[in-house]
């Protein structure tokens, strides 16, 4: 598989990711470990929370013993945000929670990414902060968004409240790998070249699926993406790993194996 060409899963619900190691990941890319938060206890300490828990907290050893196991064959990335926000907490007390990120990060080395899914109303320039806070301490840190596909397709705010293009434009727009775009209203070649027409280079576009889409559909638009575009088609997500098409739950990893399937004929 060529690496140009990304096949990422999302991963929240923690069923395990026996499936991929037994094949060594071979179908896959990336692995996104959702989501981290920010917040303050009830003793009005400040948390960084992996979903519900502490990060560091025991229930999740394996999860991470996994994740360690499954960098040797794919990239592992950390995403922040999401639904229930993380962004506003995080730049009320930026140097504290950001220490929580830093601490993480440097304690678990096979995370080498970072996606930032931000849908709450933030300040474009503690963004901009934020990445070069990252790839200042992180070199080997990559970095990618997660936007809507109307935020890419046209130049208005989006979740964020700021234009995607105003950062892509900037000095710290360089810093962006990739964008894992959601697409769960109208997955289409038309959506996807819109975006290109708008000045996106489609080798950092990630066409991003729900779980919920008619997998047929997806294999149809993916498939002749991939056939025209090759190489320089970033490549797919699918949210979520554990009810992936068309055969979760007991063998979410069919869905790579019929992404990577397309990708390996239809690669030139």
């Known amino acids: 598989m060529n690496m140009s060409n990304k096949i990422v899963y999302y991963y929240q619900t923690f069923v395990g990711l026996d499936n991929l190691l037994k094949n060594n990941c071979k179908t896959i890319t990336h692995i996104n470990v959702s989501s981290i938060h920010f917040g303050k206890n009830e003793d009005n300490k400040n948390y960084i929370h992996l979903n519900n828990y502490d990060p560091n907290k025991k229930c999740f050893d394996k999860i991470w013993s996994q994740c360690l196991e499954a960098s040797k064959y794919c990239k592992i990335y950390l995403m922040i945000g999401g639904a229930g926000g993380a962004y506003e907490s995080l730049f009320i007390d930026f140097e504290s929670y950001y220490k929580l990120l830093h601490d993480l990060l440097k304690s678990k080395p096979f995370i080498t990414g970072v ?10 320039e503690n963004i901009k902060m934020l990445m070069n806070r990252l790839k200042k301490d992180f070199d080997y840190i990559e970095i990618s968004m997660a936007p809507l596909d109307s935020s890419l397709s046209q130049d208005e705010p989006g979740m964020g409240g700021f234009i995607y293009k105003d950062l892509y434009n900037s000095d710290e727009g360089k810093l962006i790998n990739h964008f894992n775009v ?20 489609p080798e950092k576009i990630v066409y991003g699926m729900i779980s919920s889409q008619d997998i047929n559909e997806i294999i149809n638009v993916v498939g002749k993406l991939f056939q025209k575009y090759g190489r320089k088609f970033g490549g797919i997500f699918n949210w979520e790993y554990f009810d992936s098409p068309p055969s979760a739950p007991k063998s979410p990893e069919v869905w790579s194996e019929i992404m990577s399937h397309l990708m390996n004929k239809n690669n030139h």
Do not use: A, K, R, T
């Open 115 to 124: 996606d930032l899914d931000i849908e709450e109303i933030v300040n474009l």
């Open 182 to 201: 959601q697409s769960y209203g109208d997955y289409s070649e038309d959506v996807f070249e819109s975006i290109v027409n708008n000045g996106y280079p």
